[in-house]
């Protein structure tokens, strides 16, 4: 593709290039012969369409790539940017435009991105020949002694370095971005060796691609880094030419620093969604088995019988398994899994009121401050599992303090503007309520924070904490459309700060309800669970509270049974092998029987944090569940 004719029309830029797997009659023909490459993929990576263009820039066939995936999230290759157009039109929604270097094609490529239903289109074009024609006329320019037109205007105003260089690797001049880039101003480095200036590893690279300059390649394109004037390491990408009878190069660098560290945050934030996925799985299959086991306990603490020492033996039993539903259901909190409420919150009134017990989990030795915010926002939020989690970065503030200190909880109003958006990969412009827990403690080591937010992460001792508790929090957040960061300095403190979405809804009041009693029916349930030893269990508390129980291992054998009998409730899991999950399932039997009610049960929603997506009227039961909370959400649907 390089240095191929680019046609005009779909590559000619972003107002131009729609997406084209909108398949317009004659669609295909029309990509199939343009010179910009074009590919589609579906909402599980694999390719859908390629044309030749696609075909030849990325050395594939489309034979060989069609229903299958190229991109995997846990090895992101940021030398490629088609992963770059992928994730960010993927984490904000809209299309993305951008221009890179691209190390494995070694071209420059206009890229554009389009999310759709179910995937996204990728539009590129080689836009090398027109990089090295805009150099080119530089140079003619100059040349032909316009240094005083567009030649110097150009070079006055580049936000990005322009450098001439004699065959010496000598500075001839400089660009005024210098300052901002490097940290000098052009007049000190005109005169001085590039070498002064280069990091060192990078000195012979960029020796050896200014030689392969002047033996014939027009242009040439490669990265190295500088050291700013503060000592730290510049990266930038830089594009040259060598002009022969001026014997001189002619380069222009763009600084790569913000570009790589809003990757970096990206691969950090697909490693940790990766990792929820695993411990999302884990909590759902350690859910079933504790459901089972609470089950169990409960149904041989109803039988009576016992002697005082075995029934004691059997509570102990089941707090136990209590707490390990406790741990699995933080698991779920960072895998973002969790079943949570979100409702109307009045921030400033929340934070008043935990830090009611905040002032006593502190301790004396520890000082609290309150500093909210006047005419606050409300924000949209499970408010249980918002001082769930500002009581644990709490305790996690006390315990950096541990000769005491100064917490202080904030809120304010926190417009995100498109700047800051584009710098953060993982979060979206709004508005935003910010609530920030600041302390004055030992502060957190920059390779400790690159880690902070995964599950079984702690630097605490051995037996201190289960090493969830942040993760928790992060997870949470997120699942709750917000956005998390942290700032520490090494003896001088941390500060944690969760952004939650603004609620701009109309405020409403919803009338109070007293808890439903423990009582059962004479109804008869359908238990869908493929989990045999679990519905087994299911089965039996129904029986106890009176009810008549059908089961099913699937939706085949709920379809059997409700053609053979009445049904008045479906007892259904979510997330089930074969033709239909449980909402499927029970739309399908709706449909069939009007009157059946619906209970659903799951230990891994798949699904977005509010109910809506549930058959109207049905309830949600979170495994493990206990006999009491079955009896309750199947009388408030049956009644």
């Not at 890179?100 to 074009?125: C, D, K, M, N, Q």
């Not at 400089?174 to 060192?200: K, N, Q, T, W």
């Not at 644990?392 to 304010?412: E, F």
């Amino acid at each position: 593709m390089a240095g191929g004719k680019v046609r005009e029309g779909i590559g000619a830029g972003p107002s131009a290039m729609t997406d084209p797997i909108l398949k317009p009659a004659g669609s295909a023909d029309v990509l199939a012969d343009i010179q910009d490459g074009c590919f589609a993929l579906d909402d599980q990576w694999r390719f859908t369409y390629l044309n030749a263009a696609a075909e030849r820039i990325m050395g594939r066939k489309a034979a060989e790539l069609l229903g299958k995936t190229n991109f995997e999230p846990a090895e992101i290759d940021l030398a490629n940017p088609f992963y770059r157009v992928y994730f960010e039109s993927k984490l904000s929604g809209e299309p993305v435009t951008f221009t890179a270097y691209s190390e494995i094609y070694r071209v420059w490529l206009e890229v554009h991105g389009y999310p759709r239903a179910g995937g996204y289109t990728v539009l590129f074009r080689d836009v090398t020949t027109e990089r090295a024609a805009h150099l080119a006329a530089l140079e003619r320019a100059r040349q032909r002694g316009a240094e005083e037109g567009i030649n110097r205007r150009l070079f006055e105003t580049s936000i990005d370095l322009i450098l001439v260089v004699d065959r010496k690797g000598s500075f001839i001049r400089v660009s005024p971005s210098a300052r901002a880039i490097l940290g000098y101003d052009a007049e000190d480095m005109v005169g001085h060796s590039a070498a002064e200036f280069l990091y060192p590893e990078d000195l012979e690279s960029t020796r050896n691609e200014m030689r392969h300059a002047r033996r014939g390649r027009i242009m040439r394109n490669f990265t190295c880094r500088y050291v700013h004037k503060e000592g730290r390491v510049v990266p930038l990408a830089w594009t040259g030419v060598w002009s022969e009878p001026e014997q001189q190069h002619f380069f222009i660098g763009r600084d790569m620093t913000e570009r790589i560290a809003a990757e970096e945050r990206l691969r950090h934030s697909q490693r940790l969604e990766s990792i929820g996925q695993l411990t999302g799985g884990i909590a759902h299959d350690f859910n079933n088995l504790l459901g089972i086991i609470i089950g169990n306990l409960e149904l041989l603490q109803g039988a009576g019988g016992q002697d005082p020492r075995t029934a004691e033996h059997l509570g102990e039993i089941l707090e136990a398994a209590q707490r390990g539903a406790e741990l699995t259901s933080r698991l779920l909190a960072f895998a973002r899994r969790q079943q949570l409420r979100p409702e109307r919150a009045n921030i400033n009134a929340l934070a008043t009121g935990t830090a009611k017990l905040l002032a006593r989990v502190l301790g004396e030795n520890v000082r609290f401050e309150l500093d909210l915010a006047s005419e606050l926002w409300p924000a949209r939020v499970d408010a249980a599992q918002l001082e769930a989690a500002i009581t644990n970065l709490a305790t996690n503030a006390r315990d950096a303090m541990p000769r005491g200190g100064t917490l202080t909880l904030k809120t304010a109003n926190f417009p995100v503007d498109d700047a800051y958006a584009e710098s953060h990969a993982d979060v979206t412009a709004g508005d935003y309520v910010l609530i920030e827990v600041c302390d004055t403690g030992t502060g957190i080591p920059s390779d400790v924070q690159a880690h902070i937010f995964e599950p079984f992460f702690s630097t605490k001792e051995a037996g201190r904490g289960s090493g969830l508790g942040l993760s928790m929090v992060y997870g949470f957040i997120k699942q709750s459309g917000g956005h998390v960061t942290v700032y520490s300095e090494l003896g001088r403190g941390t500060s944690f700060r969760l952004y939650l979405p603004r609620d701009t809804a109309a405020a409403t009041e919803s009338p109070a309800t007293a808890p439903a009693q423990v009582r059962g029916g004479s109804e008869t349930i359908l238990v869908v669970e493929d989990n045999a030893k679990l519905r087994a269990v299911a089965a039996r508390q129904l029986r106890e509270l009176g009810y008549a129980v059908v089961e099913a291992a699937d939706s085949d054998g709920a379809f059997a049974a409700l053609e053979r009998e009445r049904i008045d409730l479906l007892l259904t899991d979510i997330m089930m092998p074969g033709k239909l999950n449980g909402p499927e399932l029970a739309r399908a039997a709706l449909a069939r029987t009007p009157h059946l009610k619906v209970v659903f049960a799951s230990g891994y929603p798949d699904t977005p944090a509010s109910e809506d997506w549930l058959t109207p009227g049905a309830k949600l039961l979170t495994k493990p569940y206990r006999k009491d909370h079955l009896a309750r959400a199947l009388r408030e649907v049956l009644d």
